[in-house]
Antibody, heavy 115, light 107 residues
């Protein structure tokens, strides 16, 4: 069974940092583009970042570029999102998803940025 | 960047009704479009890929059509379990962009 499980969310103060993880299983992670998508409370879906199979190509939404870094460890079947200089508007449920076409999603992890 | 719009933003329909949701792209995206269903507190679930390909396990009452800039998601006979918010996503280019969503309620 294809499965994605996010972790690492929590409460952080504005300006702080957090690292999200996504553990993948049930498919060949090393040959799959991967993506992060977020959803602010009561709002719609927003794509955040995608990373190529070998980590060589990365894409970001403008609002996080320079603050967030997507990375992966193919040996550990894991995807990461390092989030720095966090702002209140980054408060959201963060999902990891398979491929740039996002066919399978994890259950999400909540990030709350508040003092 | 490609902008995605959806209409209507919400609708209320009766069980058995035919429901159509429209998604428009600000520029041509071939058939690089997916449709997602999201229920409260749950992760989105992809229903359709490549504009018209039904995902395995998705009921056949769901269908998608379109190419270029205009796309539709149709539910041929609305069921109570179809109450949800529906989003389109263009995966033609980066940045990926979602439509704002259509909330479907059952009368």
């Amino acid at each position: 069974e294809v499965q994605l499980v996010e972790s690492g969310g929590g409460l952080v103060q504005p300006g702080g940092s957090l690292r999200l993880s996504c553990a993948a299983s049930g498919f060949t992670f090393s040959t799959s583009w991967m993506s992060w998508v977020r959803q602010a409370p009561g709002k719609g879906l927003e794509w955040v970042a995608s990373i190529k199979q070998d980590g060589g190509d990365k894409y970001y939404v403008d609002s996080v570029r320079g603050r967030f870094t997507v990375s992966r460890d193919n040996a550990r079947n894991s995807l990461y999102l390092q989030m720095n200089s966090l702002r209140a508007e980054d408060t959201a449920v963060y999902y990891c998803a398979r491929y740039g076409t996002m066919d399978i999603w994890g259950q999400g992890t909540l990030v709350t940025v508040s003092s | 960047d490609i902008q995605m719009t959806q209409s209507p933003s919400s609708l209320s329909a009766s069980v058995g009704d035919r429901v159509t949701i429209t998604c428009r792209a600000s520029q041509g995206i071939r058939n690089d479009l997916g449709w997602y269903q999201q229920k409260p507190g749950k992760a989105p679930k992809r229903l359709i890929s490549a504009a018209s390909s039904l995902q395995s396990g998705v009921p056949s009452r769901f269908s998608g059509s379109g190419s270029g800039t205009e796309f539709t998601l149709t539910i041929s006979s609305l069921q109570p379990e179809d109450s949800a918010t529906y989003y389109c996503l263009q995966n033609n280019s980066f940045p990926r962009t979602f439509g704002p969503g259509t909330k479907v309620d059952i009368k």
